[in-house]
């Protein structure tokens, strides 16, 4: 079978990209080659798929924004180009299914699917439904949703499939030698410090005017990410080669952590410091990992802090709201965090063979 997989939410895209492939299908994919429109940084998608070996067909379109601001009269006028885009294509392809993972991309392209009577069906990762995806329900056969609670806002087109989670985070193994040569140094408690691969300059700031305090007790990780505006890896490389020797030792800067390493980093992380993205938030619930989250504000349906919630809920998480992080005691929040006695974990989350269930509903159309 000939499939479209649309980008935007990559970790379930790419989840079910790989586990087609196992299968032998067909896969074309749709996405963003760059981060933003007109500059020139490939964007972690583009890079990742490419990996696959399978085509990358690269979409621009607009975004639909919820407040008026300079770029929504540009924005609004790339919507129609990148429908044109994605009709043409699809009309060369000539796909038997068309799969998208919600993000503004996907509103075009699972439109143009309509049009030309091709089978769809679209994946939301959160609680409730992104805009995107609510606009994408009109059009496709089936809304794959990751929460028995998200069915009540689709109805018959729902179905409980779980969020697929990307294999490598069940690897325990530490391949890169940095990594592994630090893990080896620091047998004592382990923080992991994320904004993900782009990064969070709020995340990076917070390490930055507290790493001292934090080194005095613990060890720290820190992904300050491939894309950051800041200048945050100058002045964090700065401060770190001003410690002493044996604080040094204790603090490693990475840009990117890849795919082989970030299930063991994980695996032997005591508690991790991140924002609270659906995929952040299952990894670690699945994975059991004590967190202090700081869910983005501007998030669509403040979706970030539900997420965070859900955690708080089990025990396995602290949530620090963004405007906290310039005065918040962080040492007393990180003991206070790794005392928490996780409880059994009860939300129908579905998180086992999600992706293969997203599989079976694409062929079952």
């Known amino acids: 079978m000939k499939i479209v997989i649309i980008g935007g939410h990559l970790s379930p895209a790419y989840a079910v ?11 074309i994919f749709f996405g963003r080659k760059h981060n933003i429109e007109g500059e020139k940084e490939i964007s972690f998608e583009f890079e990742q798929i490419q990996n696959l070996g399978i085509p990358f067909i690269p979409i621009t379109s607009g975004r639909l924004q919820r407040k008026f601001t300079i770029h929504t009269i540009p924005s609004l006028i790339k919507i129609p180009f990148g429908f044109f885009q994605a009709l ?6 000539k796909p038997d299914r068309v799969v998208g993972f919600g993000g503004y991309l996907s509103v ?11 089978k769809s069906i679209t994946h939301e990762q959160t ?4 805009l995107a995806n609510k606009i994408n329900k009109l059009f496709v056969s089936k809304v794959a949703v990751s929460y028995q609670q998200t069915l009540k806002e689709i109805g018959k087109k729902g179905v409980l499939t779980g969020n697929p989670l990307r294999e490598e985070i069940f690897n325990t193994q530490i391949n890169d030698f940095r990594l592994k040569e630090f893990f080896e140094n620091n047998k004592k408690q382990i923080i992991f410090a994320t904004g993900g ?7 990076n700031l917070l390490i930055e005017k507290n790493l001292e305090l934090v080194l005095s007790k613990f060890s720290l990780i820190h992904q300050i990410g491939r894309s950051s505006t ?13 410690l002493a020797g044996e604080l040094q030792k204790k603090y490693i800067i990475c840009e990117y952590i890849g795919t082989k390493d970030i299930g ?9 410091i991140s924002r609270a993205g659906a995929n952040t938030t299952q990894e670690l619930t699945i994975l059991s990992r004590k967190a202090i989250l700081i869910p983005i504000p501007f998030a669509s349906h403040n979706e970030q802090f539900e997420n965070a919630k859900l955690l708080e809920s089990l025990n396995l998480a602290k949530i620090l709201k963004e405007e906290q992080t310039a005065s918040v005691d962080l040492i007393e ?14 939300q129908n989350i579905n998180l086992q063979n999600s992706a293969q269930k997203i599989i079976d509903q694409i062929k079952s159309l």
């Open 108 to 118: 075009p392209v699972i439109f143009s699917a309509w049009i030309l009577g091709i």
């Open 333 to 346: 929040l990180i003991e206070q965090t790794l005392k928490l006695k996780v409880k059994k974990y009860g």
């Open 230 to 242: 800041h200048d945050d890896k100058d002045r964090l490389e700065a401060k770190r080669n001003k």
């Open 197 to 203: 691969a782009q990064g969070s300059h709020r995340i």
């Open 127 to 130: 609680l409730k439904l992104g």
């Open 264 to 272: 063991g980093v994980l695996y032997k992380a005591d508690l991790v």
């Open 88 to 93: 043409i294509n699809l009309m060369k392809m």
């Open 17 to 27: 990209v790989k586990e087609l492939l196992k299968q032998g299908d067909e896969v």
